[in-house]
């Protein structure tokens, strides 16, 4: 990472050379905690699969954006690209394009006239791979790749112009970042520090830029404990279930996102998004208006998170009873 005045502590992200099967599940996916694992793949057969995507023409749906940052928005938000005229208020929106013009706008942007105004960003967030663009480029055998492969969702495709920031958020799956092309900065704070980070009810923190920290306006985070590192190309980080990360982009960058196998951890963080979400679903089927529902479930959601964090589960449970009864 860049030399920043940091509130915070920081921690290097653990990184693994050819990690055996039972010391990834058992150290990692099982505790669910994060890592590097370095060099899967080797620079020829990255530079032939990145040869099969910028000659590809399959189209996929990208987002160009008006500013350096992913903004966590519903699709409906986003106008298409031919409207951007009558939407001046919008930052994003979306696109149609071929894989190898989303690259040429990533890369060289300068020479080409924009989609929406100069000096804009593009990106492509979770598209699904094409079938034609099979990776990883040479698969791991034995029980490490049965490992890293086994869940069969779609791939994920990420492309990522030049400066952007990803704000710090949280997924609710634990995911397997694949780095292709470029380099990543990643910075990964724990579930536990929930409430130092000042979460919203979107997943997202408050802190707009950890890089950029006003420490007396936010001084809980001086407790937090940030784990820093590096995605090289071939470079693959496993990403637990609900731990905040902040990424960004200094250059050109495509990865390539795949759901992680299972663990006690992830688990069992599931299990309680999973009751809370159908907790809210039956309460809603009773509200008078759902709307004003949601409002209270998103406050009380993101107050409970901070009080666990703070308080321990019992005394939460007590309080918000004490409150609500």
């Given at each position: 990472?860049?030399?920043?005045?940091?509130?915070?502590?920081?921690?290097a992200?653990?990184?693994?050379?050819?990690?055996?099967?039972?010391?990834?599940?058992?150290?990692?996916?099982?505790?669910?905690?994060?890592?590097?694992?370095?060099?899967?793949?080797?620079?020829?057969?990255?530079a032939?699969?990145?040869?099969?995507?910028?000659?590809c023409?399959?189209?996929?749906?990208?987002?160009?954006?008006?500013?350096?940052?992913?903004?966590?928005?519903?699709?409906?938000?986003?106008?298409?690209?031919?409207?951007?005229?009558?939407?001046?208020?919008?930052?994003?929106?979306?696109?149609?394009?071929?894989?190898?013009?989303?690259?040429?706008?990533?890369?060289?942007?300068?020479?080409?006239p924009?989609?929406?105004?100069?000096?804009?960003?593009?990106?492509?967030?979770?598209?699904?791979?094409?079938?034609?663009?099979?990776?990883?480029?040479?698969?791991?055998?034995?029980?490490?790749g049965?490992?890293?492969?086994?869940?069969?969702r779609?791939?994920?495709?990420?492309?990522?112009?030049?400066?952007?920031?990803?704000?710090?958020?949280?997924?609710?799956?634990?995911?397997?970042?694949?780095?292709?092309?470029?380099?990543?900065?990643?910075?990964?704070?724990?579930?536990?520090?929930?409430?130092r980070?000042?979460?919203?009810?979107?997943?997202?923190?408050?802190?707009?830029?950890?890089?950029r920290?006003?420490?007396?306006?936010?001084?809980?985070?001086r407790?937090?404990?940030?784990?820093?590192?590096?995605?090289?190309?071939?470079?693959?980080?496993?990403?637990?279930?609900?731990?905040?990360?902040?990424?960004?982009?200094d250059?050109?960058?495509?990865?390539?996102?795949?759901?992680?196998?299972g663990?006690?951890?992830?688990?069992?963080?599931?299990?309680?998004?999973?009751?809370?979400?159908?907790?809210?679903?039956?309460?809603?089927?009773?509200?008078?208006?759902?709307?004003?529902?949601?409002?209270?479930?998103?406050?009380?959601?993101?107050?409970?998170a901070?009080?666990?964090?703070?308080?321990?589960?019992?005394?939460?449970?007590?309080?918000?009873?004490?409150?609500?009864?």
């Amino acid at each position: 990472m860049n030399a920043v005045d940091r509130p915070f502590r920081s921690v290097a992200l653990p990184r693994l050379s050819a990690p055996g099967p039972d010391e990834l599940r058992e150290r990692h996916f099982e505790p669910g905690l994060p890592c590097v694992l370095a060099g899967l793949y080797d620079a020829p057969a990255l530079a032939s699969w990145m040869t099969s995507f910028v000659e590809c023409r399959e189209r996929v749906r990208c987002v160009v954006s008006r500013q350096p940052e992913i903004r966590l928005i519903s699709d409906a938000e986003r106008p298409d690209v031919l409207d951007a005229a009558a939407h001046p208020e919008v930052d994003e929106f979306f696109a149609e394009l071929g894989l190898g013009e989303v690259w040429r706008r990533a890369t060289e942007s300068a020479g080409l006239p924009p989609l929406v105004e100069p000096g804009e960003f593009l990106y492509v967030f979770s598209a699904t791979l094409p079938a034609t663009l099979p990776f990883p480029p040479e698969p791991l055998g034995g029980e490490l790749g049965e490992l890293l492969y086994a869940d069969p969702r779609p791939r994920q495709l990420l492309v990522n112009a030049r400066g952007l920031l990803n704000r710090c958020h949280a997924h609710v799956h634990s995911y397997l970042l694949h780095q292709v092309h470029g380099r990543k900065r990643v910075r990964l704070f724990s579930p536990l520090d929930t409430a130092r980070l000042v979460p919203n009810p979107d997943r997202r923190t408050a802190i707009e830029d950890f890089d950029r920290i006003d420490a007396a306006r936010r001084p809980a985070v001086r407790e937090a404990t940030a784990y820093e590192g590096v995605l090289e190309p071939g470079d693959a980080l496993y990403l637990p279930s609900y731990w905040w990360h902040e990424i960004r982009v200094d250059e050109p960058a495509i990865s390539i996102g795949f759901h992680a196998p299972g663990g006690a951890a992830r688990d069992a963080a599931l299990a309680l998004h999973e009751g809370i979400a159908a907790a809210l679903a039956a309460a809603v089927a009773r509200a008078p208006d759902p709307r004003v529902l949601a409002g209270i479930a998103a406050t009380l959601f993101t107050a409970a998170a901070r009080d666990v964090a703070c308080d321990g589960v019992d005394a939460t449970v007590e309080g918000l009873r004490y409150s609500y009864e």
